[in-house]
């Protein structure tokens, strides 16, 4: 058996991903992140398309996890709203599965600080597909 809880791909390295829990009854997952300061702009906040990339990463996670590893979504749309400056250093990333039908999924996620304020909230509409390598 995989275990889908294990960051994979150097994607989740860059971003210091480490799989935090999964409340199966919210289906919601929860991730510890660590934006390194090569993510940080001029103006002294990460760069917004990697916020939506930590984002991403728990909405996604959350579905994969609630399907037992079997299920990967597949983005049609992201919107994501970013509340506050978005520092380096440790983050929280929580996703869950709002509504999944045979065709579509909704999720959402929010990105916060280490002491709990939020940063970030995104939602994902998505297409359900096999995640790969589930076979």
Same mark, same amino acid.
């Given at each position: 058996? /995989?275990?889908y809880?294990? %960051?994979?791909?150097?994607?989740t390295?860059? +971003?210091? /991903?480490?799989?935090?829990?999964?409340? %199966?009854?919210? &289906?919601? =997952?929860?991730l510890?992140?660590?934006?390194?300061?090569?993510?940080i702009?001029?103006?002294?906040? $990460?760069?917004?398309?990697? =916020?939506?990339?930590?984002?991403? &990463?728990? +909405?996604?996670?959350?579905? $994969?996890?609630?399907? &037992?590893?079997? &299920?990967? %979504?597949?983005?049609?749309?992201?919107?994501?709203?970013?509340?506050?400056? =978005? *520092?380096?250093?440790?983050? $929280?990333?929580?996703?869950? $599965?709002?509504?999944?039908?045979?065709?579509v /999924?909704? @999720?959402?996620g929010?990105?916060?600080?280490?002491?709990?304020?939020? @940063?970030?909230?995104?939602?994902?509409?998505? /297409? *359900?597909?096999?995640? %790969?390598?589930?076979?």
């Open positions: 058996m /995989i275990d809880t294990t %960051p994979r791909g150097a994607h390295q860059l +971003m210091g /991903i480490r799989y935090g829990g999964f409340d %199966p009854a919210t &289906e919601t =997952v929860t510890h992140c660590h934006a390194p300061d090569s993510f702009t001029p103006r002294g906040g $990460v760069q917004g398309g990697l =916020v939506a990339g930590f984002l991403d &990463e728990a +909405m996604g996670w959350a579905h $994969v996890i609630a399907t &037992e590893g079997v &299920e990967a %979504p597949l983005n049609l749309e992201i919107s994501m709203t970013l509340l506050n400056m =978005v *520092p380096a250093g440790p983050l $929280v990333c929580t996703g869950r $599965v709002l509504r999944r039908g045979k065709r /999924i909704f @999720l959402e929010e990105l916060c600080d280490a002491a709990g304020k939020v @940063l970030a909230r995104a939602t994902s509409t998505a /297409i *359900p597909t096999p995640r %790969p390598g589930s076979q």
